[in-house]
């Protein structure tokens, strides 16, 4: 079922009926939910959500749909920050921003764990997102926002992340033969000055293959006097070398513009986590708004296209 | 810097190490433009250097690497292993500091071979030998200020990260601390050298103190100083590019069991402290019940 869609300035076009999940939806006490990561088991649409607890940790909770646009969330949560064990000590301030990746038979999903010690990426993984594994913590701290390629590329596994350096928040990508250990790590594109993207941009939906290469869906902000400003963006990687550019978008495809974006615990923000590709060719991006509630939004990879353009030295 | 074949700006600490008799330093100057290389100096004594008018690794401004290093090649920590001499060194660009990995047989040719984190990652060292099977390495990731393990199967691909040690409330070293000289495998496990960080008013007060980890299992910390080893007192070590500031990136352990430290002070001279092995074991372990 394809979602009827509000057109506007956006190259993302909002489903009416967003927000498609809030804090009333929520079947137990909780502050927020935001930020979730969609995929399609079958016929059925999962999402798995971060909720900020009212202690003000995260974890993540389950919902399904079998539209993709009306979900039920499940009454327990899905998988909470680990209590005891050699993860607990990385995750007693909570697990943040989901993001799954089919691969190897699999599904793999990338987190934010925190903790006193910083922030930085876990990495575990699921076939039913009812019973998670937890494999590994893969970066050190200050690191955050990655995301898994759907495949191995010249037989590594692949992934984008977001560290931290000299207060600059790029976009980079590292390599890995298990999944544990990761190297040859690359600055991937950076904010730039003057954009809508010119404070940080971090990695938001896990890469998706095209035939004019990667799709990687990000965010971008731009520092204001009363905070950052959050928006989407899209870059092609090249299918080979996904450590090249090939187009990055000049405007943004998606900007906090309804009240439900603009008002919240973090207003002005929208954050794709995830994105869902029908077999008719609309792109499901479902995406955290003002870190508050979740919305849908659609596009086409032709329109994603067009509103790119070819990097001049990739 | 009068002991220099050219001028600069400053000279910031050297890594140091001792090859059939004759000892080596590796160390970090600024530019008069303001870029950091690493030179070679030696010495007969230990106490008097001759530096070399090249530098051994330097900044780049083309190719694949200059996005990474175009500022500065820095603080090289040297450790012997598998028949090479590694020396991880700071790599400054852009996007930050990350993590640089050269060899050497000799200390005239390098090998250049890979970097090794990601940013914002520095002060790092190889342990100059392997643990249960892997390469292991500490380094200090600016989030959180403290120290950290990773390890790898071929140096190139890095995993397996723990934090160590972190700063103390109320110490000398409660802002922040790194790794200073590479460990050494002691009869008490694996001691090294690290500094530790105070905020003041003024700016930040750099001393050094150490530190002892498990032989098998160097996750573990077993002993620690809580009390500086060395702290800014003389002249050249309180006036400087950076005041305040004694900083080190290698010790020399004589057959005597004499320790031979070598230190930046103010980031504007090279300085010679000694102690004995024992006399830092004790120091570690003197307090190792408080922990």
Same mark, same amino acid.
Request: proline share 6%; net charge negative; glycine share 10%.
């Given at each position: 079922?394809?979602?009827?869609?509000?057109?506007?300035?956006?190259?993302?076009?909002?489903?009416?009926?967003?927000?498609?999940?809030?804090?009333?939806?929520?079947?137990?006490?909780?502050?927020?939910?935001?930020?979730?990561?969609?995929?399609?088991?079958?016929?059925?649409?999962?999402?798995?959500?971060?909720?900020?607890?009212?202690?003000?940790?995260?974890?993540?909770?389950?919902?399904?749909?079998?539209?993709?646009?009306?979900?039920?969330?499940?009454?327990?949560?899905?998988?909470?920050?680990?209590?005891?064990?050699?993860?607990?000590?990385?995750?007693?301030?909570?697990?943040?921003?989901?993001?799954?990746?089919?691969?190897?038979?699999?599904?793999?999903?990338?987190?934010?764990?925190?903790?006193?010690?910083?922030?930085?990426?876990?990495?575990?993984?699921?076939?039913?997102?009812?019973?998670?594994?937890?494999?590994?913590?893969?970066?050190?701290?200050?690191?955050?926002?990655?995301?898994?390629?759907?495949?191995?590329?010249?037989?590594?596994?692949?992934?984008?992340?977001?560290?931290?350096?000299?207060?600059?928040?790029?976009?980079?990508?590292?390599?890995?033969?298990?999944?544990?250990?990761?190297?040859?790590?690359?600055?991937?594109?950076?904010?730039?000055?003057?954009?809508?993207?010119?404070?940080?941009?971090?990695?938001?939906?896990?890469?998706?293959?095209?035939?004019?290469?990667?799709?990687?869906?990000?965010?971008?902000?731009?520092?204001?006097?009363?905070?950052?400003?959050?928006?989407?963006?899209?870059?092609?990687?090249?299918?080979?070398?996904?450590?090249?550019?090939?187009?990055?978008?000049?405007?943004?495809?998606?900007?906090?513009?309804?009240?439900?974006?603009?008002?919240?615990?973090?207003?002005?923000?929208?954050?794709?986590?995830?994105?869902?590709?029908?077999?008719?060719?609309?792109?499901?991006?479902?995406?955290?708004?003002?870190?508050?509630?979740?919305?849908?939004?659609?596009?086409?990879?032709?329109?994603?296209?067009?509103?790119?353009?070819?990097?001049?030295?990739? | 810097?009068?002991?220099?074949?050219?001028?600069? /700006?400053?000279?910031?600490?050297?890594?140091?190490?001792?090859?059939?008799?004759?000892?080596?330093?590796?160390?970090?100057?600024?530019?008069?433009?303001?870029?950091?290389?690493?030179?070679?100096?030696?010495?007969? $004594?230990?106490?008097?250097?001759?530096?070399?008018?090249?530098?051994?690794?330097?900044?780049?401004?083309?190719?694949?690497?200059?996005?990474?290093?175009?500022?500065?090649? %820095?603080?090289?920590?040297?450790?012997?292993?598998?028949?090479?001499?590694?020396?991880?060194?700071? /790599?400054?660009?852009?996007?930050?500091?990350?993590?640089?990995? /050269?060899?050497?047989? $000799?200390?005239?040719?390098?090998?250049?071979?890979?970097?090794?984190?990601?940013?914002?990652?520095?002060?790092?060292?190889?342990?100059?030998?392997?643990?249960?099977?892997?390469?292991?390495? %500490?380094?200090?990731?600016?989030?959180?200020?403290?120290?950290?393990?990773?390890?790898?199967?071929?140096?190139?691909?890095?995993?397996?990260?723990?934090?160590?040690?972190?700063?103390?409330?109320?110490?000398?070293?409660? $802002?922040?601390?790194?790794?200073?000289?590479?460990?050494?495998?002691?009869? /008490?496990?694996?001691?090294?050298?690290?500094?530790?960080?105070?905020?003041?008013?003024?700016?930040?007060?750099?001393?050094?103190?150490?530190?002892?980890? $498990?032989?098998?299992?160097?996750?573990?910390?077993?002993?620690?100083?809580?009390?500086?080893?060395?702290?800014?007192?003389?002249?050249?070590?309180?006036?400087?590019?950076?005041?305040?500031?004694?900083?080190?990136?290698?010790?020399?352990?004589?057959?005597?069991?004499?320790?031979?430290?070598?230190?930046?002070?103010?980031?504007?001279?090279?300085?010679?402290?000694?102690?004995?092995?024992?006399? %830092?074991?004790?120091?570690?372990?003197?307090?190792?019940?408080? %922990?």
């Amino acid at each position: 079922m394809s979602a009827q869609r509000k057109f506007g300035n956006d190259v993302l076009h909002r489903w009416e009926g967003n927000p498609i999940l809030e804090l009333e939806d929520i079947p137990f006490p909780a502050n927020a939910v935001f930020n979730g990561a969609p995929v399609k088991l079958g016929d059925e649409y999962l999402l798995l959500l971060r909720v900020e607890g009212q202690q003000g940790y995260s974890f993540f909770a389950l919902a399904r749909s079998d539209d993709g646009l009306h979900f039920r969330v499940e009454d327990k949560p899905a998988l909470l920050p680990a209590s005891k064990g050699p993860f607990s000590r990385y995750e007693s301030r909570g697990i943040e921003d989901p993001r799954a990746t089919f691969l190897d038979g699999t599904y793999y999903v990338m987190y934010t764990a925190v903790s006193e010690f910083g922030f930085r990426i876990a990495l575990c993984k699921t076939d039913d997102f009812r019973s998670f594994k937890r494999l590994a913590f893969i970066s050190e701290p200050g690191n955050k926002d990655g995301v898994l390629f759907p495949e191995k590329i010249n037989g590594q596994y692949v992934r984008l992340d977001r560290p931290i350096g000299l207060g600059i928040g790029s976009v980079w990508i590292s390599y890995s033969n298990d999944l544990y250990s990761w190297g040859n790590s690359k600055v991937l594109f950076s904010p730039r000055r003057g954009y809508w993207d010119s404070f940080r941009v971090g990695a938001s939906v896990p890469p998706i293959r095209t035939e004019y290469g990667w799709l990687e869906i990000y965010h971008g902000t731009k520092m204001t006097s009363a905070g950052p400003i959050y928006r989407a963006g899209a870059v092609f990687l090249d299918l080979e070398d996904p450590s090249k550019v090939l187009r990055r978008c000049q405007v943004p495809i998606l900007s906090p513009r309804e009240d439900y974006e603009r008002i919240g615990d973090v207003g002005n923000v929208v954050f794709p986590c995830g994105a869902i590709v029908e077999p008719n060719g609309e792109i499901k991006i479902y995406y955290g708004a003002a870190d508050t509630c979740i919305g849908v939004a659609t596009t086409r990879i032709a329109d994603l296209l067009e509103c790119t353009i070819e990097e001049s030295d990739p | 810097m009068d002991d220099l074949p050219f001028p600069c /700006a400053d000279i910031c600490n050297a890594g140091a190490i001792k090859i059939d008799g004759e000892y080596l330093l590796l160390v970090t100057i600024q530019s008069l433009e303001g870029f950091y290389s690493i030179y070679a100096a030696r010495s007969q $004594d230990g106490y008097h250097f001759t530096v070399e008018d090249q530098p051994v690794l330097a900044p780049t401004s083309q190719g694949p690497r200059a996005i990474y290093d175009r500022q500065g090649t %820095l603080d090289a920590r040297i450790v012997p292993l598998d028949g090479h001499y590694y020396i991880s060194y700071d /790599a400054l660009g852009r996007h930050g500091y990350r993590l640089g990995l /050269a060899r050497s047989k $000799d200390f005239r040719t390098f090998e250049q071979l890979a970097y090794v984190s990601e940013p914002d990652t520095k002060s790092g060292t190889l342990f100059p030998r392997k643990i249960k099977g892997k390469y292991a390495r %500490l380094e200090r990731p600016w989030e959180g200020s403290s120290i950290w393990i990773s390890y790898s199967t071929d140096l190139e691909y890095w995993g397996w990260s723990e934090v160590i040690m972190t700063p103390r409330g109320g110490f000398w070293d409660c $802002d922040r601390i790194g790794v200073a000289s590479p460990p050494t495998l002691t009869r /008490a496990g694996w001691l090294f050298i690290y500094y530790g960080v105070k905020q003041t008013s003024a700016g930040p007060l750099f001393r050094l103190g150490a530190a002892i980890l $498990d032989a098998r299992n160097p996750a573990k910390v077993i002993g620690r100083t809580n009390v500086p080893i060395l702290s800014p007192r003389e002249d050249y070590e309180r006036i400087g590019d950076l005041p305040n500031l004694v900083y080190s990136c290698g010790i020399i352990i004589e057959s005597t069991g004499d320790v031979k430290l070598y230190y930046g002070a103010s980031n504007s001279c090279i300085a010679i402290g000694t102690t004995t092995v024992e006399t %830092l074991l004790a120091a570690c372990l003197e307090q190792a019940g408080a %922990l």
